[in-house]
């Protein structure tokens, strides 16, 4: 019999995924599970997360919630893809290898376009490049190959567009000179977002458990404060909050603890928990939702497909400001949280646009 106190274990069979891949070469070490949530739209585009996750559970979970995320990421973008995630399972820093990597990439191709990956936590831009040596099916590649580069330059551009537009719904003014910003995670995609701030005159405190992280920042950016962790930095007097590592940063502990008016960062699944998203509501918290403001990057990414340009990438991430603008504005006058009206406009395309796909094309 089950342990009623024992959490079930996760099954793609419980979610409205079209298919999920286990990927294993014994040799190599790799262990791997591609996620694809949709298609209605296009191929499943998204990340690569290489990540020591303490059981594959855990490592399925985290894909499953992943690529769901980058189906509605990439339909509210207003792009023709759809969603999916992978992750490697073990340490990067131990087990990555060319071999792994390769590996990894012809389990890729098996799909034969379904899926399209990308850097995530713990990949990067020459991991895509060993990667495509053995598919075809890759973005986010290194500028010298053809590709797009480092995508979190236009994820954290839109995480400021996104933060733009929120303060223009909350204070009628899309300037953050003077607002008092709290970054919690300074790397990829944070170190790039502190710039855009700073650069716009906001009064800026980070934290990161990565100490070298912080250091080269207040370096580069020497009137930006740190604080020791992430509980600290949530009770600062914050105008905003910037959640930019990994999920499940507000839960239920961090809302009530919350001093800021609006949440807005570049970390995925951000909400622990059905239920956050009232709280943040009850306590009138704006919270601009994670997969709207943090798109940038793959529209960064999607934009390779198409032959990469930086310019043309940047404008089409310029629109997060209309689209986070368009979410809260429509959560504001159906009275329901912003996470809400981002899901049914993301869902709303994917029934709209999806349905084409009846029409048949030879």
Known sequence: MTDPSTPPTPSAFGTRHEQVV???????????????????LGPALGGTRFYPYASEADALTDVLNLSQGMAYKNALAGLDLGGGKAVIIGDP???????????????????????????DVGTFSPDMDLIARECDFVTGRTVEHGGAGDSSVLTAFGVYQGMRASAQHLWGDTSL???????????????????????????????????PAVMALLQTHPGVRSVVDTDALIREPLDV?????????????????????????AANNQLAHEGIEKQLQDRGITYA???????????????????????RAKMRATSIYDTTLGVLEHAKAEGIS???AADRMAEQRMRDVGRLRSVYLP
């Open 22 to 40: 286990f990927c294993h070469d014994e040799a190599s070490g790799l262990k791997a599970i591609i996620a694809i949530y949709s298609t209605a």
């Open 93 to 119: 820093h131990t087990l990555k290898s060319e071999t792994l990597l390769r590996a990894y990439g012809r389990f890729v191709q098996t799909l034969n376009g379904r899926y399209f990956t990308a850097c």
């Open 177 to 211: 000179a003077g607002k008092r910003i709290g970054v919690a995670g300074v790397g990829k995609v944070g170190r790039h977002l502190v710039g855009h701030l700073v650069d716009e005159g906001a009064d800026v405190v980070v934290t990161d458990p990565y100490a």
């Open 241 to 265: 909050y910037a959640p930019c590592a990994l999920g499940g940063a507000l839960d239920d502990e961090s809302v009530q603890a919350l001093t800021a008016q609006v949440v807005c960062g």
């Open 289 to 311: 939702p994670d997969y709207c403001v943090n798109a940038g990057g793959v529209i960064q990414v999607a934009d390779e497909l198409e032959g990469f340009d930086f310019d």
């Open 338 to 340: 912003p996470s809400l």
